[in-house]
């Protein structure tokens, strides 16, 4: 079993930035590779970015190249999401997620383990 909890979320003008976290506990967490998610009011949850266990591999959705960096610490059994460049269309409920092996990192079906989540309300 494998517990995650988020935090760091809040309210932020655009334009600005949030660090956002995941702990992980249960599970040696280096093994594990991680993802977050994002549900916005109405829309189902889509994909943000993952890592794989070994921090080399990461993958971001196109709607956040550029502004969003995902990476993890495997010494703190952390996760963490840099969000810079913060629109309005980012505001969302955001979720870390964790599987051994995702078969596809990108699709929330792969992901065994998820946290409760985080709100992230970006003001125009």
């Known amino acids: 079993q494998v517990q995650l909890v988020e935090s760091g979320g809040g309210l932020v003008q655009a334009g600005g930035s949030l660090r956002l976290s995941c702990a992980a506990t249960?599970?040696?967490?280096?093994?594990?590779?991680m993802g977050w998610f994002r549900q916005a009011p109405g829309k189902g949850r889509r994909f943000v970015a993952a890592i794989r266990w070994n921090k080399d591999d990461t993958y971001n959705a196109d709607s956040v190249k550029g502004r969003f960096t995902i990476s993890r610490d495997n010494a703190k059994n952390t996760m963490y999401l840099q969000m810079n460049s913060l629109k309005p269309e980012d505001t969302a409920v955001y979720f870390c997620?964790?599987?051994?092996?995702?078969?596809?990192?990108?699709?929330?079906?792969?992901?065994?383990?998820w946290g409760q989540g985080t709100q992230v309300t970006v003001s125009s």
């Open positions: 997620a964790a599987d051994l092996a995702p078969s596809i990192p990108y699709s929330d079906h792969s992901y065994e383990y």
């Open positions: 249960g599970r040696t967490f280096s093994s594990l590779a």
